[in-house]
């Protein structure tokens, strides 16, 4: 029988969403499971996992992001590799996308769900889409100790949240900087790993209308909020990242 990989994520989480466009760039067929957190982890768990995205192919299960784009890197045709061969290029990118992983993916999570976390209506529509059918039905009695789980373990308040677009700010300066000699792409003339995370990772703060999870519309969130959107939208990186989004997200494999 035919094995289709799975690939198992929260539907709206920006890791997840770096993996499904690596995956759909070179058109890797897989499944995405989708699940309400922390239900995941009766999904990865049994795989060895913990956190998503998880992908699990028929001779491997990869427990993480960049594990996963090295290992479709191997199968990716020359024209199409997030990595380049050369190894000075190679290390940049290696370097680029491990800060993006660390550093920016957790701040604009922590951002991001300060504001998002305080509205139920909102978060039953983002958790809750695509995941299976039993799940849903739990979500009034699960939400509670999702919601408390996510404060927690992302530092989640108004404080932190404060800090966190401070710190955001100052990657999208540094990576405005990068950008100002009129380079294509972070790293050497290709698309590349450390663009794709830089894009995905900074996604919850720029809402690009091609993200490949789910987001909210501008209308559902507070005022505070969309003025820092808008903020981050209108700098060099901000627009570098909606261009990737229009350019790369669905296209690149033609
Ligand atoms: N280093 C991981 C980070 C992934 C990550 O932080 N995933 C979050 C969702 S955005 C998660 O699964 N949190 C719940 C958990 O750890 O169980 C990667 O790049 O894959």
Known sequence: ????????????????????????????????????PPLHRLKTTPVGGSSVPVLVTQAQVFKDSADILNYLDTLTPLHLKLYPTSSVLRHEVD???????????????????????????LMQQLWCQGIPSWEKLLFPVVFPLTCRLAYSSYNVNRQSALTAYHQIQQIFEAVSHRLSDGRRYLVGDC???????????????????????????????????????????DTVA?????????????????
Not at 29 to 35: A, D, L, N, Q, R
Not at 95 to 109: D, H, K, P, S, Y
Not at 199 to 218: D, H, I, K, N, T
Request: charge should be neutral; proline fraction near 6%.
């Open 1 to 36: 029988m035919f094995f289709v990989p799975r690939l198992i994520t929260f539907r709206i989480s920006h890791y997840c969403e770096k993996v499904r466009w690596a995956l759909d760039r070179i058109r890797f067929p897989y499944i995405e499971e989708c699940h309400l």
């Open 95 to 121: 370097e680029l996308e491990a800060q993006f992983n660390c550093q920016l993916g957790v701040l604009t999570r922590q951002w991001g769900y300060f504001y998002a976390l305080a509205n139920r209506t």
């Open 191 to 233: 698309f590349s790993a450390a663009d794709l995370a830089f894009a995905s990772l900074s996604a919850p703060a720029l809402l690009p209308p091609e993200y490949g999870g789910l987001f909210p519309s501008l209308l559902q969130l507070p005022h505070e909020m969309v003025e820092q959107v808008h903020t981050l939208r």
């Open 238 to 254: 901000g627009r570098y990242v909606l261009r990737l989004y229009q350019q790369e997200r669905y296209m690149a494999n033609i």
